[in-house]
């Protein structure tokens, strides 16, 4: 039982930048810090895609080849929010992306977590 909430999605020209927030509640800090988080995105009619990934141990972060090098995830504990800074934002980005939580990197990194959020659309217009 963990909730999260997205928040950051907008409008923005190619070749801007965004930065998106998921704020985690529900669990102790002390099971969050636990957790691995990360985004996917998702449009109509296409299966919903792997972004970005932060463990909740190492820190080890894990990114899909079409956003690395542009994207940035990062966590703040003390928050418990994780972040995901887009950078050179191309049409292609736009998606409704979403925030996803799990214990187990595994389940989450197949796209499989135990919590997800609702959902922050982010268009990028040419």
């Known amino acids: 039982q963990v909730q999260l909430v997205e928040s950051g999605g907008g409008l923005v020209q190619a070749g801007g930048s965004l930065r998106l927030s998921c704020a985690a509640s529900?669990?102790?800090?002390?099971?969050?810090?636990?957790?691995?988080m990360g985004w996917f995105r998702q449009v109509p009619g296409k299966e919903r895609e792997f972004v970005a990934a932060?463990?909740?141990?190492?820190?080890?972060?894990d990114y899909a080849d079409s956003v690395k090098g542009r994207f940035t995830i990062s966590r703040d504990n003390a928050k418990k929010t994780i972040y995901l800074q887009m950078n050179s934002l191309k049409p292609e980005d736009t998606a409704v992306y979403y925030c996803?939580?799990?214990?187990?990197?595994?389940?989450?990194?197949?796209?499989?977590?135990?919590?997800w959020g609702q959902g922050t659309l982010v268009t990028v217009s040419s």
């Open positions: 932060i463990s909740g141990s190492s820190g080890r972060t």
């Open positions: 996803a939580a799990d214990n187990i990197y595994s389940d989450l990194r197949r796209g499989a977590p135990d919590a």
């Open positions: 529900g669990r102790p800090f002390i099971i969050y810090a636990m957790y691995s």
